[in-house]
């Protein structure tokens, strides 16, 4: 196997034996196959597409099987060889559509080659040595390091957009023009001739229609369960039996919540899960009880303790340990080999299993945290903001956030989070927050210093409150006196970054690794156009944020 698309690859070069999240060669190869069989079915959607013929079912399973192959997404074999089985079969719907178009325009259809005619079903049968065909190595040797580097970026970062667009097509938004951009980049990277210059543009153009997929998930969540409010969250358990809720998907916990209505069970939420206490929809079910727990990385120790039923709903699953492995279900496109699968229209293998474990004996040691800061909350007090800003008693902007992980040197956050100056304000979203949310940062004239936007699925939040900020000092985000420090994992994070790049923010500090996938001379356009920059100790980070480096530039004023 050979797989380099999380932050955690092997000696920062790529897992070749097993991966660092668990993944086995054949589960590798499986998912490689999978994302090939995709580009042939985009290859016939992207061309029926321009002659006007559109299919629903098509769109989805392209968009469904890129998130399938997300990092610590599904690792159950069997499951992944049924959905490479469907691949076959979508694929020929796909090229009768486009045929059947093709003739009724006047055309004579393209005669297609590459993953458009690969032999899928027999693929199947042998994954590996299939597998190794299409493997990065292979393209590697015809198209070259750069190339191949590039198109791992568009490819990862379409993984991450299919995760947005499927969250957002469940609470019913989506965009024929989303689908579309799918079909036309998998089309793209199957062509045998590439140039630099214009992969770079398709990997911003990636990060322009991502900043659509994230408003089409806002608009979900927040036309589905309300816009977040600041919230005060319990983070220990209270006596009874309970269930934990981890992963991203909102309508999954909300379904949970009405089929244990009564039944005197407590739901918590973990990971990413933790933003649902803020959406009014949501907390106002009292047996809604709070946030246990911590990252993902940890469900490992923590699944282990928690004294119930435990429902992973998205990307993020580790390999469940024997002590929790019959309390812990999957649903949606996660999957584990061994692990019961649920649909959230009958959670009742849930509610069983939480009913016969212990649940808390008693309650725990309370302690809340405050959350709740997505768009509409910060700019519902913005005018109080500008004037703190204005008046001078906020100096300074962080964005401290992005996804966490188990590598060593993922301290740094916390440690940068703790020496942000008393004047400043830090924005946070996604589980790397978990590395200081529980911290206390007092506020700054009513304003708390520390801004928990949301779920990385939340990004959204973030832009618009720099976006409305910018508008107000009538400057661009560049022109804030705003800075990023982003962590990054898995693929999602890699369509955020593009997503930024495309708006044009300049600055950013990456770690706590830079992608193994960015080849040096990648790297470089990225250093020269947008300034990108490895994270470094907190010390001359910040000095170089703050001007009190004697090379480093100076910090961000606004221009009143």
Not at 43 to 70: C, G, N, P, S, W
Not at 95 to 100: A, E, L, M
Not at 244 to 261: F, I, M, N, R
Not at 287 to 300: E, F, P, Y
């Amino acid at each position: 196997m050979f797989c380099y698309q999380c932050e955690q690859s092997a000696r920062g070069i790529g897992c070749t034996t097993l991966g660092q999240c668990g993944k086995d060669p054949e589960t590798a190869a499986l998912q490689d196959l999978l994302v090939h069989a995709a580009k042939g079915i985009s290859m016939y959607a992207h061309r029926a597409r321009q002659l006007k013929a559109v299919d629903h079912e098509i769109d989805m399973f392209v968009t469904e099987a890129l998130f399938t192959t997300v990092t610590n997404v599904n690792f159950d074999p069997d499951r992944l060889k049924s959905n490479i089985r469907k691949a076959a079969v979508v694929r020929e719907k796909a090229k009768s559509i486009y045929t059947n178009a093709a003739v009724a325009a006047g055309q004579t259809p393209e005669k297609l080659s590459g993953p458009a005619t690969w032999a899928i079903l027999e693929a199947v049968e042998s994954p590996m040595t299939s597998a190794f065909e299409i493997a990065v190595e292979k393209r590697r040797e015809r198209l070259g390091d750069d190339i191949t580097s590039l198109i791992e970026l568009i490819t990862y970062g379409l993984k991450g957009m299919a995760a947005y667009a499927d969250h957002a097509s469940i609470l019913g938004q989506e965009d024929d023009t989303v689908f579309a951009f799918f079909h036309e980049s998998l089309d793209l990277l199957t062509n045998p001739k590439q140039e630099i210059g214009a992969l770079v543009g398709h990997a911003l153009k990636c990060g322009e229609v991502n900043i659509r997929v994230m408003e089409m998930l806002d608009a979900g969540n927040t036309g589905t369960y309300g816009h977040p409010e600041p919230t005060s969250v319990r983070t220990t358990g209270v006596k009874g039996k309970a269930i934990l809720v981890s992963g991203h998907e909102l309508s999954d916990l909300e379904a949970l919540l009405k089929q244990t209505e009564g039944k005197n069970i407590n739901i918590y939420t973990h990971g990413e899960m933790l933003p649902a206490n803020a959406y009014p929809e949501l907390k106002k079910h009292a047996h809604l009880k709070g946030n246990w727990g911590g990252a993902w990385q940890d469900q490992q120790k923590e699944f282990e303790a928690f004294p119930g039923a435990v429902l992973m709903t998205t990307n993020c699953i580790q390999k469940p340990r024997e002590s929790y492995n019959k309390r812990i279900f999957t649903s949606g496109l996660v999957a584990w080999p061994g692990v019961t699968h649920v649909s959230k229209k009958d959670f009742g293998p849930i509610i069983e299993s939480a009913l016969s474990a212990d649940g808390f004996a008693e309650d725990e040691p309370q302690h809340n945290i405050t959350i709740g800061y997505a768009h509409n909350a910060v700019l519902g007090v913005a005018d109080k903001v500008i004037a703190a800003v204005k008046g001078g008693d906020i100096k300074h902007f962080y964005l401290i956030g992005g996804c966490d992980g188990a590598r060593s040197g993922r301290n740094y956050y916390t440690e940068f989070a703790e020496a942000v100056p008393k004047d400043s304000v830090i924005l946070t979203l996604a589980c790397g927050k978990f590395r200081f949310n529980k911290l206390e940062f007092s506020d700054i004239g009513g304003i708390p210093r520390l801004l928990d936007v949301g779920q990385c699925n939340d990004a959204y939040s973030a832009v618009k409150i720099a976006q409305a900020l910018a508008s107000a000092f009538n400057t661009d985000i560049n022109g804030l006196p705003l800075s990023f420090i982003l962590s990054w994992y898995e693929q999602k994070a890699v369509c955020i970054l593009l997503s930024l790049l495309h708006l044009g923010v300049k600055d950013i500090r990456l770690g706590p690794t830079m992608p193994a996938f960015i080849t040096p001379a990648v790297l470089k356009v990225l250093v020269d156009n947008f300034n990108i920059m490895p994270t470094t100790t907190v010390e001359k980070d910040l000095g170089g944020i703050l001007g009190t480096n004697s090379k480093a530039g100076t910090q961000r004023t606004v221009r009143l």
